[in-house]
């Protein structure tokens, strides 16, 4: 597709204790599964031009690890975007990262923690081509500890719950946004309305609101395991959910 796609990746929350705590030599960020960092992982897996890529990290881990330096390093062209660690979710971190992506142009929105198997191009381009304002990527699971969606019979998302099991599928934490405007004016309300799960923005909140205005919300399903994740210290044990 000749679509000029922005990405935006958050990784910007502050792992250091729970990691470091846990027995690993690093925070999250730079933890190495098959040979490679994770976050390193996560931007081969959802950007679409390097050039166009801003990852949003945590300023007091930028302190301590050489986090954003390796990142320049094994992702040529990526603009790293340093965020406070007082930042409530990962909501505001893609709202500071991705300032510089016009209003015009389609966005990803994915956390820096996970990939998904052979990338999501194909995703990506059948969005593109849709009728969708919004789409995410989701899988079956029954485990809280995701976002899930309440799936319409037409195909399409009828609504949005952080850590409450609605349906039988969760969100990957990868959105696409037909123009990143869209996405600012979803996350403007989620600020206004204070809609936070436990203190926290979730990026996923956001498509309540279009679904509320009457636009359409699209998914695509993928198997289980074509997702990986890493958010917990248990997720480098092999464990799905």
Not at 52 to 63: F, G, I, K, P, Y
């Amino acid at each position: 597709m000749s679509f000029d796609v922005h990405t935006v990746i958050t990784a910007a929350g502050d792992s250091q204790r729970l990691f470091l705590g846990a027995g690993f030599a690093a925070p999250k960020n730079l933890i190495r599964w098959d040979g490679t960092e994770v976050l390193f992982r996560a931007v081969h897996s959802y950007a679409s031009d390097m050039n166009q890529t801003w990852v949003a990290l945590n300023r007091d881990e930028c302190s301590a690890w050489p986090t954003r330096e390796r990142l320049v390093e094994a992702c040529p062209g990526v603009s790293p975007v340093l965020v406070s660690p007082l930042v409530p979710g990962a909501l505001i971190s893609a709202l500071v990262a991705g300032g510089e992506v016009p209003d015009d142009a389609p966005l990803v929105v994915a956390a820096g923690d996970s990939e998904i198997t052979g990338g999501v191009h194909p995703f990506l381009d059948d969005f593109l081509v849709s009728d969708a304002e919004a789409a995410t990527v989701v899988f079956p699971s029954q485990n809280p500890r995701w976002s899930f969606i309440s799936p319409g019979p037409d195909g399409r998302v009828r609504q949005v719950a952080e850590k409450r099991v609605i349906g039988p599928l969760a969100t990957t934490g990868v959105f696409f946004f037909r123009h990143a405007r869209t996405f600012r004016s979803a996350a403007e309300w989620c600020l206004i309305n204070n809609a936070r799960d436990k203190g926290l923005f979730y990026v996923s909140t956001t498509l309540n609101y279009l679904i509320k205005e009457g636009l359409s919300v699209g998914y695509s399903e993928i198997d289980r395991s074509e997702y990986r994740t890493w958010s917990l210290p248990v997720d480098f044990l092999g464990e799905r959910g």
